[in-house]
């Protein structure tokens, strides 16, 4: 009972703030960047919950489990995208989309093309973004239904799942990219919650960090003890590079670098950037540690990704407990609520070329809703693979363009669709292929392929003016 009641009354709380958003949107650039007014703080926190959705607290941990300490170095691989988006992209982005009147990433990428190229670019973009949005959104909803089975037995994961696709899409549609950012500030104050509580816990229950060691030991597999399990050096190199691209998709995620787009003033970055690689470096070493921990304490558990929930249920309180699944519900609904908002601005705005009405943008955001909930129902697929197949599309798709544009400059029309066709294409034609070590080939070929593209184009662009 006190579970049912933790998670009616943070799933009112979320609706009650897309009530109190409604009132706020006026327009479409309301309903997509806030009105260019968020703060740094809300900024901060909406970025970073957005950014590390339930694969950071179910697909990390549960690679952790899985890994054993080689998991360690998703800790700096993940946070390296933090600084790259804090300190390389949204200085620069929220100044350059202020001052061309850009509302969606897309829209910057395009701009400053001609009118024929910008629209390739755009419709290009959109397709990537309800393409992979799709995936993402899907393994959200995939995850609220486990969390919400594993805390409620009675409850079935059908259920469950559309309970809260319903919920996000209601506040999502309610109160546009307001809702959605002051949502998910709140619900990254949730997931720092869980990151400080739930592995003190199963470390405090293991006995300490040296019983932990010797828990680890004494499983006897000593892959789990290798700093990379790996056979030989260069593969082991290959390895970690891998992992350092996922740092690398970070400035290609439109969920993400829209906040920048929003951020009131070019002051206010300093304060959210301190924030947000605070907030990132206690949710990812918690996570890393809670796996190690439930791998000692749970070494037989079916389902990796769900030791999260299960230690959750078998060492806390209910109360606890309840928001703990809280926090996981806060890691699904943080993202999903985003991505959707930027799907369908993807479809009202890019696609169309044209500022959407308000009601146009609502009525695109329930549609991609319920195409995602199809396909969390329908399509199987692990959390970590869905999530990290679509991260990787957007962020060679998107970030080396984006890189190069604020950074070096205008980028000739036709390289930026090659620069864009190239990452992304390239990241889907090497999915099919046999995986490297931490899947390198797939996340660094596709990106330094993009880059040199749009460093060529602008390139290019200099010796043409």
């Known amino acids: 009972m006190v579970l049912v009641v933790t998670l009616i009354v943070y799933l009112v709380v979320l609706l009650a703030i897309g009530l109190w958003a409604r009132r706020r949107v006026g327009d479409s650039t309301d309903f997509h960047l806030a009105g260019r007014r968020l703060g740094p703080v809300v ?9 590390s959705s339930v694969w950071t607290l179910l697909g990390v941990s549960g690679a952790a489990w899985l890994w054993g300490v080689q998991a360690m170095w998703l800790i700096p691989a993940v946070v390296s995208g933090f600084f790259i988006n804090w300190f390389l992209v949204a200085p620069r982005l929220q100044a350059a989309s202020r001052e061309n009147g850009s509302v969606t990433l897309v829209e910057f ?8 190229e910008a629209a390739l670019l755009r419709s290009i973009g959109a397709v990537l973004i309800l393409s992979c949005f799709s995936l993402y959104v899907a393994a959200q909803f995939q995850g609220a239904g486990t969390a919400i089975a594993a805390a409620l037995p009675g409850v079935s994961t059908t259920a469950a799942v559309v309970t809260g696709a319903v919920v996000v899409v209601a506040y999502v549609m309610l109160g546009g990219f307001w809702a959605a950012s002051v949502t998910d500030a709140l619900q ?10 739930l592995p003190w816990f199963a470390l405090a229950a293991v006995g300490g960090p040296g019983e932990l060691a010797a828990g680890l030991r004494a499983l006897g597999e000593p892959g789990l003890l290798r700093l990379v399990d790996q056979p030989d050096l260069m593969l082991a190199m290959v390895f970690i590079a891998g992992l350092f691209g996922i740092g690398l998709g970070y400035p290609g995620q439109p969920h993400v670098v829209n ?3 929003a951020l009131r003033s070019a002051e206010d970055i300093r304060l959210a950037r301190t924030v947000a690689l605070a907030w990132a470096a206690v ?3 918690g996570m890393v540690v809670l796996g190690w921990s439930g791998r000692v304490l749970m070494p037989d558990i079916a389902d990796h990704e769900s030791v999260l929930l299960e230690l959750s ?3 806390l309180p209910a109360l606890l407990g309840g928001l703990v699944t809280g926090g996981v519900l806060a890691a699904i609904m943080s993202t999903s609520d985003s991505q959707l908002l930027v799907a369908g601005g993807a479809v009202s705005h890019d696609l169309r070329r044209r500022r959407a009405s308000v009601a146009e943008d609502r009525i695109v955001v329930l549609i991609v809703g319920a195409i995602a909930l199809a396909l969390a129902l329908f399509v199987p697929a692990t959390i970590f693979e869905r999530v990290l197949f679509a991260w990787q599309v957007l962020g060679n798709g998107f970030g080396p363009l984006l890189l190069v544009l604020l950074w070096i400059g205008p ?6 669709t090659a620069a864009m066709l190239a990452g992304a294409g390239l990241t889907v034609v090497i999915s099919f292929l046999p995986s490297a070590p931490g899947n390198a080939v797939e996340r660094l070929v596709p990106f330094a392929v993009a880059a040199t593209i749009a460093v060529a184009g602008a390139m290019r662009a200099r010796r043409q003016r």
């Open 43 to 51: 900024a901060a926190l909406s970025a970073s919950s957005s950014s």
């Open 188 to 197: 990254g104050l949730m997931m720092l919650f869980v990151a400080l509580v």
């Open 411 to 416: 980028v000739v029309d036709r390289y930026r």
């Open 283 to 285: 949710i990812y070493i």
């Open 259 to 261: 906040r920048f787009m």
């Open 109 to 116: 990428l395009a701009s400053g093309c001609g009118a024929r």
């Open 313 to 315: 249920v078998s060492l």
